[in-house]
């Protein structure tokens, strides 16, 4: 299809990341801003077919999976969610991705310049899904306790530190959306946001729809966004990781999908915490066009 192959881009994979996140030699990074790519298999028309997503990475492989595929939506298929929408980064099973059919889907944490260079060409549609980096910092502080094959720090401020040098799972955030967004035009790509998912679900999906030109019926929208729900989500155990091998998950800690909310740095982090934060993430991101939404409450 003109993308290489995943092994073509000699990744040195240095941690798992059983749940999305990527990981190269960076020092890693963050839980919520992921990436799901998506294309289809070969010969792409023009342009069509990729998309990839930041944040909420589990929430928008589902939501894509539901509006892709007819026999997840109306439950007559039952397939893993990796199976559906598998890792570019990680290929489990050995699986040949230049053989999947079309429209082949991937999530990944790369950063934009490790992806197949086509992308660059804009053969393919990428989703790019952020979240607040404070509720993502606080995700990955609960999911380094549920996974058992990432380090668990108990000492959140020696954790945010982690975090905020990129010494955590895929990498640095702020470098990953820092580079994102200031290399956006060269991408056919859509910005999602956790919070715009959270405050108005049936919207988000929508744009998805109109981006990857799917046509759905206002039934098939209504399940679509049914079943992207928290709640159903939790109860889903595809959605919510429950067959995951007790070697890599924790399940007796918590389950994948927490608490779903915006705004839950608030329950942890201190003043001088949120402090220290805001003065990395303002000299950091100060060239970008990002207003970050820390409270369900803020306009979107
Ligand atoms: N449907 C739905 N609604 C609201 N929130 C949801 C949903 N699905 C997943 N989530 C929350 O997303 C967080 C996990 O992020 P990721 O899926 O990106 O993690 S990972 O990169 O795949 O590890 C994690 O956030 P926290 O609950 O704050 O830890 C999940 O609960």
Redo the contacts with the bound molecule.
Sequence with gaps: IGLRRPEDLELNSSAHCP???ITQDLSPTI??W?MNTYWHSSQPPQGSNKKVSF?????TQ?ILSLIIHEGHRNGTENVETMERIPWLEYRTKNRDYTVLPSPRVFAT?LPYYLLPRDLRNKRGRIIYVTRNPK?VM??YY??SKYMSTLEEIPDFNLFMERFLAGKVLASSWLDHVAGWYSHAEDFNILFVT?EE??KDLRSAVLKICNFLGKKLSEEEVDSVVRQ???EN?RKDPR?NYENLPDDIALKNKGS??????VG?WKNIMTVAQNERFDKVLSEKMKTLPIKFIWDINDEI
Aim: proline share 0%.
């Design positions: 749940s999305g996140l839980t919520s992921h944040s909420g990475t589990v929430w589902n944490h509720d606080v995700s609960h999911f956790y998912m959270k992207a729900t928290f989500m959605a994948f999908l927490r608490k779903g909310t839950d």
